[in-house]
């Protein structure tokens, strides 16, 4: 039985796994907080993949729109604040790499 795909490989295999009742319920609470299952989550931090918590893609996507906006204010202003529009992309811009950082971290 295929359960889902992960990119062109079904996930066909499946691994039963023993844990406390208090593990499982803080694997459940981290898989929770980043957006995906539990399985989704194992596989992720098993292989070394990156995992985002769900609040850290949505304020990573706003600063990324709040971005988009500040150029669109420098080009519609023909760069009349472009050091201030300038200034501000590079604050939004460390904001989005040290949140990805700590979100690797964890």
Known sequence: MVFA???DDSLDA???LR?????KERL???ADLAGMSMSALVRARYFG???????DQVMIRELRRQGGLLN???????????????????LIS???KTIGRAS???
């Open 28 to 30: 459940k609470e981290d």
């Open 19 to 23: 844990l406390t009742q208090e593990e």
């Open 72 to 90: 669109k204010l420098h080009v519609e202003s023909s760069g009349a604040y472009s050091a201030d529009t300038a200034a501000a992309l590079r």
């Open 94 to 96: 460390e904001a989005i």
């Open 5 to 7: 795909k992960l990119g």
């Open 104 to 106: 690797r971290a964890q």
């Open 49 to 55: 993949r990156p995992i985002i918590a769900n609040t």
């Open 14 to 16: 499946k691994l039963d």
